[in-house]
């Protein structure tokens, strides 16, 4: 008797890609000093990616590890803004220098463009923060910017960076105002990924919202006190918390755990051109503000009403924004507003991550009471 095989072919299960962590992360006083080996293993043709601040900051540090490994090196700016005229420089710059992989050196947009480049060639890529601002340095994405500095979109990655070399030395010399932007990015973790992702019942998303928790309560307890002793041992496990922890929540958490409105708000005011005189995680942290102000109007919800009290009593005490007119926005116009949250609102925005629905008008009232006492201005559905 003859058996008739199925022909039917089963359904592959799903594949999901994690980008996690750099391959190799180097941290200490004097890490750059004692990277040299890690750094030649990728090539003898580095192309240097930075802002001319940070390129002049870290080239004390850097230059005698380039000489030491006898290293080909060609120093590049990324241009104002992590832009696509500036990537495309930036590409040719590095065909133009036969180069084999990339350092990226500097802040947010200058490792974004760093990071964005490198995959775009196909070469290993080592960032080297000069501040601690934001995470950027640890993840796989990039932010794309327009040449007058507004967000356009964001650009996923292959992979994390292939090594991040964490220099307290050379981060200890950015202005303390770059640590306090960062303390505000990456304490958005948590309230991001608490209202987007607090539900799951996925095992890596789970541990993700659990270490923003962590991070939230690590911030609270010791960003004053590392604030008043730069390079301090507390000073580094901030420094650690806003670079290195903010990025594995990222990572282990993925786009679920990233951003919802707090980063949906700093994208809308970035097109406003008052706006670019602060820093990124400033905008973010007025954003958290505004994103407990939505669920405390929309939902009555009072554990947001207590969460932006208790944000607004720790703003106030290292220095965070917490209304427009401390982002320099005071003047601004009801239409820039308007236009601020139009952007903050549209389809393909994180907003909509909220278990709630938002459009402009009411964003644009919590923008504008992100300081008032609790129970004042409630809007219904």
């Known amino acids: 008797m003859t058996q008739t095989q199925s022909t039917k072919t089963a359904t592959a299960p799903a594949i999901y890609s994690l980008t996690i962590a750099p391959a190799c992360v180097l941290r200490g006083r004097s890490a750059i000093a004692q990277a040299g080996d890690a750094i030649a293993r990728f090539g003898k043709r580095p192309l240097i990616v930075g802002g001319s601040n940070s390129l002049a900051a870290a080239q004390p540090y850097l230059q005698p590890i380039l000489e030491q490994q006898q290293l080909q090196s060609a120093e590049t700016q990324y241009g104002n803004d992590c832009s696509e005229r500036g990537l495309e420089t930036l590409r040719e710059a590095a065909q133009t220098h036969q180069a084999d992989f990339i350092i990226g050196v500097g802040g947010g947009k200058a490792l974004d463009a760093a990071k964005l480049v490198a995959h775009q060639c196909k070469i290993p890529i080592a960032t080297i923060p000069t501040s601690a601002a934001t995470c950027a340095a640890w993840t796989a994405l990039s932010n794309i910017y327009s040449e007058q500095g507004a967000f356009q979109y964001d650009v996923t990655l292959a992979r994390c960076p292939d090594l991040l070399i964490l220099d307290y030395g050379l981060i200890q010399t950015a202005p303390q105002r770059t640590l306090v932007a960062g303390i505000g990015d990456a304490i958005a973790k948590w309230y991001e990924a608490s209202v987007s992702s607090g539900h799951s019942e996925q095992t890596l998303i789970i541990s993700a919202v659990q270490q923003a928790r962590i991070l939230r309560d690590i911030l609270f307890q010791k960003s004053a006190a590392a604030l008043k002793e730069p390079g301090s041992e507390t000073w580094q496990e901030v420094t650690d918390a806003a670079v290195l922890l903010a990025g594995v929540i990222g990572g282990i958490g993925g786009a679920q755990c990233r951003t919802v409105a707090a980063h949906a708000v700093h994208n809308g005011l970035t097109h406003l051109l008052a706006s670019h005189g602060t820093l990124h995680g400033e905008k973010v942290a007025y954003g958290i503000l505004v994103q407990l102000r ?49 952007i903050a609102c549209n389809p393909n925005s994180d907003i909509h991550r909220l278990p709630f629905k938002v459009v402009p008008q009411q964003l644009m009232a919590a923008m504008v009471s992100t300081t008032a006492p609790v129970g004042e201005l409630k809007i219904k559905n």
């Open 294 to 342: 939505l669920e405390e109007m929309l939902q009555n919800n009072q554990l947001a009403a207590s969460a932006r009290q208790q944000l607004l009593k720790f703003y106030a005490e290292i220095g965070l924004p917490q209304t427009l007119d401390n982002l320099g926005l005071g003047d601004i116009t009801i239409a820039e507003l308007q236009r601020a949250a139009d």
